[in-house]
């Protein structure tokens, strides 16, 4: 699995070309993304570049809509913020007809300068502040996924304060191993996130005791990057269970939240198949008469992106070295994750070039700084470009500043063009707001 240390075997580039429908080959102009030339965006816009695809995100959101809907049924998708935050790429999915998943008050501004109706966002998450909940409430949020008994608390007082009426579901959480890595796994009891099942009735009435305060249904979210339908029939199935158990107990449960996670193929596997998990909702929760709702994200967005960088030298020893001008302050995911992405070259004449082992490093000043290790590449001379594939969830969110190295600039292609959306962050613009003390 691609985010639990990728131990072969490897994918060769052609198989990493014919696995990713959005990119092509050309042999004069190079890798494309979309049909536009990854070249004429790093000569437009140096490197490094964070570079998506319009086309390839609406392609993905289709998918997957078109997946349920064949199946019977009607969910509505909650576009998860946090994947990949940029307006330009929250414009995308609202006009698609997309609500928004959020995790924070500056996730829920974003979500609406970019549009997207109060009424349409969903705010999960374990800590909610006061100030949080008093902000979203006033705005009129369409739904807080609540995760305690405490948070209940807070939403009720906060609601009853502005004289408002939350609509909350109750995150359960299921104890479902989902398969994936540690750091990605919320649905086991061991999880900070939501409610032990056995917990779930006694809080949902309490809830429907509380002022301020309406409890429509239930939430559950067991991971990310999950690409076997198997433990979300698992999860469903109790969900589902859950619902019934509180109908019997005389509450009313008119909202099920089927959370996220869907997984892509960061190598050449082909990652979830949509009508196979679509049937895993329809066989679990199709007929409970609920409105669902889910909340993809890195589905959506992984293979829209990539991150486009630069070779700044190659380094000769016992170890061939593969230096570049990106680094794990711009894809953290390698050095938090150990996750594996491709990476390819931009130049047409390396694509069948004999190739070597090399491990692909950055320039900052942490042996974490590593986006591959012994990985089959072909020469790469000083000013060759490479592309880092799937980058475009939980990339450019994750980055920071980390030693005194500016933000990169990010690009988006669509219809054959391409507009940059962000430009590079200036040297001085990272010291810009401090001050030194007298």
């Known amino acids: 699995m691609?985010?639990?240390?990728f131990t072969g075997p490897e994918p060769d580039l052609a198989g990493l070309l014919a696995a990713r429908p959005q990119l092509r080959m050309h042999a004069m102009d190079g890798l494309c993304l979309e049909d536009v030339p990854l070249n004429a965006i790093?000569?437009?816009?140096?490197?490094?570049v964070w570079v998506y695809g319009a086309g390839t995100m609406r392609a993905r959101y289709t998918a997957l809509d078109t997946a349920l809907k064949a199946a019977g049924l009607d969910v509505h998708i909650h576009y998860a913020v946090k994947a990949n935050d940029h307006l330009a790429v929250l414009d995308v999915f609202r006009r698609l007809g997309a609500g928004a998943d959020i995790v924070s008050l500056g996730?829920?501004?974003?979500?609406?300068?970019?549009?997207?109706?109060?009424?349409d966002i969903v705010y999960s998450?374990?800590?909610?502040?006061?100030?949080?909940l008093e902000a979203v409430l006033a705005a009129g949020i369409g739904q807080i996924n609540a995760e305690s008994g405490e948070e209940l608390e807070m939403i009720s007082a906060v609601a009853s304060r502005l004289g408002v009426e939350a609509r909350v579901v109750l995150r359960m959480n299921p104890d479902v191993d989902a398969g994936t890595h540690a750091k990605i796994t919320t649905g086991l009891a061991e999880n900070k996130f939501g409610v032990a099942a056995d917990d779930v009735p006694g809080l949902y009435a309490r809830a429907a005791a509380l002022?301020?305060?309406?409890?429509?249904?239930?939430?559950?979210h067991i991971g990310s990057q999950i690409l076997s339908p198997a433990p979300y029939a698992e999860a469903y199935a109790r969900a589902a269970q859950m619902v019934r158990a509180l109908r019997a107990a005389g509450q009313e449960v008119s909202v099920l939240d089927l959370g996220g996670g869907i997984g892509i193929g960061y190598l050449d596997e082909p990652g979830m198949n949509l009508a196979a998990f679509a049937a895993t909702v329809k066989n679990a929760v199709g007929g409970l008469g609920v409105e669902l709702l889910m909340e993809p994200g890195r589905f959506l967005v992984g293979p829209a992106g990539l991150l486009l960088a630069s070779v700044i030298l190659e380094k000769q020893g016992q170890k061939r070295f593969v230096v570049l001008d990106a680094a794990m302050n711009?894809?953290?995911?390698?050095?938090?994750?150990?996750?594996?992405h491709g990476i390819m070259p931009v130049d047409a004449a390396l694509f069948h070039a004999a190739a070597a082992p090399a491990d692909v490093v950055g320039p900052v000043c942490e042996s974490a700084d590593c986006f591959a290790k012994d990985r089959e590449l072909p020469p790469l001379h000083r000013g060759t470009r490479v592309a880092l594939l799937d980058a475009g969830a939980y990339g450019a969110v994750m980055s920071s500043t980390y030693n005194a190295r500016p933000r990169a600039a990010v690009v988006l292609v669509d219809g054959g063009t391409f507009t940059l959306i962000t430009p590079r962050q200036k040297l001085e613009e990272m010291w810009g707001a401090e001050t030194i003390p007298a």
Do not use: I, Q
């Open 107 to 119: 996730e829920f501004l974003r979500a609406r300068r970019a549009g997207v109706a109060a009424a």
């Open 211 to 220: 002022p301020g305060v309406k409890p429509v249904g239930l939430a559950l």
């Open 2 to 5: 691609a985010d639990m240390g």
């Open 42 to 48: 790093a000569d437009a816009h140096g490197t490094p």
């Open 330 to 340: 711009e894809l953290m995911r390698p050095a938090m994750y150990d996750s594996w």
């Open 125 to 132: 998450g374990v800590g909610k502040s006061v100030a949080e």
